[in-house]
């Protein structure tokens, strides 16, 4: 029976980012949380390969004790269990230390797993590290940025594309797979699945103790990542007046934005004159 494992993360609605401008860290407890999008397209990718071939699959997060409600999403989607990493220790840690702390609950809670799936990125921080870091703290190969993939035996084929070329690849079991959101569509949740999410399957906590790391290597004090600024980008907008005759004005267009629009288009634009001078 195939074991796989779904790393995934809770971030802020879009619409609600509170930073705390003299830390630089986001205030995960003011603002509503959701699944982090890739992360149920990777959710989705383990789903349809658990029922192909059957298995179980764990769902694991990091994060506050409200952090329990992605998982009981996971779990109303599909997925067979949740693991809670939370502890006051562990807030504030940067991608580092977060992939040393999911790779340790992973060793504890299914030493012989499988596939572990992430997300190729977070909504949050678009650092699309945790995936890689993590393949390398559990000691096993790892592909980023997987479009679609297939089981045969112990072996996984996949398809990404990378530099405008399609790669197909081949690993070996076990792995680490970071899946972008392009081809797998998350399902929605069935009534049933949401209330076996509530009524019958529980979610395990795990605190540092619990996976004998200690504060020295765990949260913001290990992490070597620091921030040293946080600010919102403020885009400006120059209006441009051109008057004068159709033709001036087209003219005049092309000759100050050409390069800009042929780049956009892939056309190379020409202005009258110069098809007048061509014409002649």
Known sequence: MFKFIVCMKQVPMVSELPWDSRTGRLQRELAEGMMNPACKHALEAALQLKHRHGGRITAITMGPPMAEEILREAVAMGADRGVLLTDPHMAGADTLVTSHTLARAIEKECPDFDLVFCGCHTSDSETAQVGPQLAEELGVAGVAYVEQLELNGRTVRMQRESDDFLETLEMDLPGVLTLTPHYYVPRYASLVGLQDAFEQVGVDLLSADDLKLSAKEIGIKASPTRIL??????????????????KKVVDELFNRFGDQLSGAIGKDFKTHDHDEQINE
């Open 229 to 246: 600024n946080v600010f919102s980008p403020v885009a400006g907008k120059t209006n441009i007046t051109i008057k004068g005759s159709a």
